[in-house]
């Protein structure tokens, strides 16, 4: 996300380079993988005076190199050539992997240089090395990954390359992903995010932003211009004048009346009064209800989305369901960022996913997709049908009504002082006192640390769950060695 935090990798000269002359040098396909940056090493023995007395080579690179005009950021595309007849140097690590996957077709590759670095090393003038991104892909023999007996050669090449391999994350990686089917936004019938802890700094920038990486596109109007780079893309204004999606959560009711009590939620849900009071006029709240009904009364820590479509009633539905570690939260997800000289987005969804991404928890999940049917007429037999996937929780979600209230920290609290005061009056009735507890202090710093209910602007609520977060992970490092 923000950049390899590694050296790159050598990869020697035995992966011959030549100019791409095709213009599809880089598939936007569903093959495409993700990148690996590396660098080419052997340029200045190449081009040197011993091996080039007269500089016929380097004149001749110059000539090629010199009348090319590379991307934004100054990188033309290149051909590898896989030169079976030099073995590769042990110490390049990249290249020995690389070669096992690509001679067994499971893999295929193509990169990308910097002209200019090329030409300043061959010449001399520089002993940095040339960068070179690899473009990664599935290759012919991919699908045969999950059938065919792997040799304990391919298995450690195929480690390395995801160790090396770089692609986006949080929005970004859910727009990519998303982003290769034609999602339609008038057949939505139901588009939720259930979780356990509620970011304190939501917003309908934030909201905005991951319906956009869902696929979410709004209707232009009749003054816009489609050349716009904006055109059709969903943003904060829309978002707040037509909220997208609804958030999946407990109310204080469910909680207040569960088998396990109110103690058993404390620890496990993270939804700050603040957040609910911004919230609430959207009426984007839905109540959590386990299911099955054997679940009824039990907390849930999950975190699932779902995007849902249908054609009409009897027809199969689909779309896509996101299960995960994931909160809803931009911490997880990511916070847009923007640069004030620039307006270009970095992603197809429009300037709503900035040009950077800043993630403050790196978490995993899976995206089960179920694809638009080719023929709107096709019966749940002859295609796949999205709810087949079973849900943690009632779907559709109800929505909350107008007495209900989401089982926010402060909420739980009341509740529980509630109770105690409840439990002191019935004993006090049976001729017994019961001295009136309150919330330990350490389970309310705990709280107002997880829970930020204070008013502070987006930035410091998320540096407060991520130094939270942190300091969490840190002390469950502590005490495995310990």
């Known amino acids: 996300?923000?950049?390899?935090?590694?050296?790159?990798?050598?990869?020697?000269?035995?992966?011959?380079?030549?100019?791409?002359?095709?213009?599809?040098?880089?598939?936007?396909?569903?093959?495409?993988?993700g990148i690996v940056p590396t660098s080419v090493v052997g340029l200045s023995h190449r081009f040197c005076s011993a091996a080039d007395p007269k500089g016929a080579r380097l004149k001749a690179l110059a000539m090629i190199l010199g009348g090319l005009r590379g991307d934004m950021e100054g990188f033309i595309p290149v051909l590898l050539k896989r030169a079976h007849n030099i073995s590769a140097d042990p110490n390049a690590d990249v290249a020995e992997?690389?070669?096992a996957l690509w001679d067994a077709g499971i893999f295929s590759f193509s990169a990308c240089i910097c002209p200019q670095e090329a030409l300043a090393t061959a010449s001399g003038r520089s002993n940095?090395?040339?960068?070179?991104?690899?473009?990664?892909?599935?290759?012919?023999?991919?699908?045969?990954?999950?059938?065919?007996?792997?040799?304990?050669?391919h298995c450690v090449s195929i480690c390395s390359l995801l160790r090396s391999l770089q692609r986006p994350s949080g929005l970004w990686r859910l727009q990519e992903v998303l982003s290769q089917y034609k999602w339609p936004d008038s057949l939505e019938t139901d588009f939720i995010y259930g979780s356990s802890s509620i970011g304190t700094s939501l917003d309908a920038h934030f909201l905005a932003a991951f319906s956009a990486a869902a696929g979410k596109r709004s209707i232009p109007?009749?003054?816009?211009?489609?050349?716009?780079?904006?055109?059709?893309?969903?943003?904060?204004?829309?978002?707040?004048?037509?909220?997208?999606?609804?958030?999946?959560?407990?109310?204080?009711?469910r909680v207040q009346y569960g088998n396990e009590g109110i103690h058993a939620y404390s620890r496990l849900l993270c939804f700050a009064e603040s957040t609910w009071e911004?919230?609430?006029?959207?009426?984007?709240?839905?109540?959590?209800?386990?299911?099955?009904?054997?679940?009824?009364?039990?907390?849930?820590?999950?975190?699932?989305?779902?995007?849902?479509?249908?054609?009409?009633?009897?027809?199969?539905?689909?779309?896509?369901?996101?299960?995960?570690?994931?909160?809803?939260?931009?911490a997880a997800w990511g916070r847009p960022l923007f640069k004030s000289s620039a307006s270009k987005a970095a992603t197809s969804a429009g300037s709503v996913l900035g040009s950077t991404l800043r993630i403050c928890n790196y978490e995993i999940g899976l995206v089960f997709i179920v694809p638009p049917p080719e023929d709107p007429g096709c019966t749940?037999?002859?295609?796949?049908?999205?709810?087949?996937?079973?849900f943690p929780f009632v779907v559709p979600a109800p929505k909350y009504q107008k007495s209900d209230r989401p089982a926010t920290t402060k909420a739980m609290r009341e509740a529980r002082i509630e109770m105690l005061k409840l439990k002191q009056l019935e004993e006090t009735e049976a001729g017994e006192y019961l001295e009136l507890e309150e919330v330990p202090d350490e389970e309310e710093d705990l709280d107002e640390e997880s829970c930020r209910e204070g008013s502070n602007d987006g930035g410091q609520q998320e540096e407060e769950e991520e130094k939270v977060y942190a300091e969490t992970l840190w002390s469950q490092l502590d005490s495995y060695h310990s």
């Open 278 to 330: 911004r919230l609430k006029s959207a009426n984007l709240l839905h109540d959590a209800i386990p299911c099955p009904r054997e679940r009824h009364g039990f907390p849930m820590h999950v975190k699932v989305a779902r995007r849902r479509f249908q054609f009409f009633s009897n027809a199969p539905s689909f779309g896509w369901i996101y299960c995960g570690s994931h909160n809803f939260s931009p």
């Open 1 to 33: 996300m923000h950049g390899c935090p590694h050296p790159h990798p050598h990869l020697p000269m035995n992966f011959q380079t030549g100019i791409s002359k095709s213009s599809n040098w880089r598939s936007s396909s569903a093959q495409y993988l």
């Open 221 to 253: 109007s009749a003054a816009s211009d489609e050349s716009d780079p904006e055109w059709g893309c969903w943003d904060a204004q829309h978002e707040s004048e037509k909220p997208s999606i609804g958030i999946v959560f407990p109310t204080i009711q």
């Open 97 to 99: 992997w690389i070669a």
């Open 380 to 390: 749940v037999k002859n295609h796949e049908d999205l709810d087949r996937f079973i």
């Open 128 to 153: 940095n090395k040339v960068q070179l991104i690899l473009y990664v892909f599935q290759g012919q023999n991919f699908a045969q990954l999950s059938t065919a007996p792997m040799s304990y050669k």
